[in-house]
């Protein structure tokens, strides 16, 4: 498989269960072994510059309250505390959790989880951001609102993939498509060229 990514474009994934959306984000974000090679310009590490963002944000939970889970990535990484604490600032900001920030992660909403789970990548300044099926287990509402935050998102000018089945919805936002199928591309363009058959589909 050969994909080649620009920086600043939005592009969805889209393809049936098990057509390897979630695992193409994992390796793309250095969290699966994969054969092949992976080259990024510049001597950046893909695994550097892109953040993956779990289906179930529940899984990415580690803080006992917002701005913990926010900072435990930040930590990890040895970032001075001012800086720490400014980027939490940011981007708890930025997603509209701030004011939550001493609240327990498990009692926020499912969108209010979605968008600190994004908070908690966004936080690490990736380039790409690869969100796996960011509005699978959300209400019209929370969907309205996590789609909101990820045009403010686009605004920041990073490149975001959307591995989703809720393909419609995202078109007015991406500019290119990327249909898998067993693991394989089967189609990769604009949105304007996707032949019909993969209208609806996923
Ligand atoms: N390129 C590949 N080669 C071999 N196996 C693969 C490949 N891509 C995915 N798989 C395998 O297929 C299975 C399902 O893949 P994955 O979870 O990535 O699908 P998905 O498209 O994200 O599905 P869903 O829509 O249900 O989330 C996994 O067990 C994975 O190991
Ligand atoms: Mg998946």
Known sequence: MTLTLKTKEVALLLGENGSGKSTLLKVLAGLYPYKGTISCTGNADHSDVTGYVFQ?????????????????GLENIGLKK????KRAEWVL???GLYEF??????????GQKQKLAIASILAMRPEFLLLDEPTAMLD?????????????????????????????????????????SR???????????????FINRF
């Open 101 to 110: 920030k001493d609240k327990d992660p498990f009692l926020l909403s499912g």
């Open 183 to 197: 693991g394989k591309i089967i189609y990769d363009g604009f949105i304007e060229n996707l032949p019909e058959k």
């Open 93 to 95: 900001k930025v997603v």
């Open 56 to 72: 179930n944000p529940e899984t990415q939970i580690i803080g006992s309250t917002v701005w913990e889970d926010v900072i435990f």
């Open 140 to 180: 019209k509402y929370d969907r309205t609102a996590v789609k909101e935050l990820i045009k403010e998102i686009i605004r920041l000018q990073k490149g975001i993939i959307i591995a989703t089945h809720h393909a419609e919805f995202f078109f007015d936002i991406a500019q290119r498509v990327i249909v898998l």
């Open 82 to 85: 001012e800086e720490i604490k």
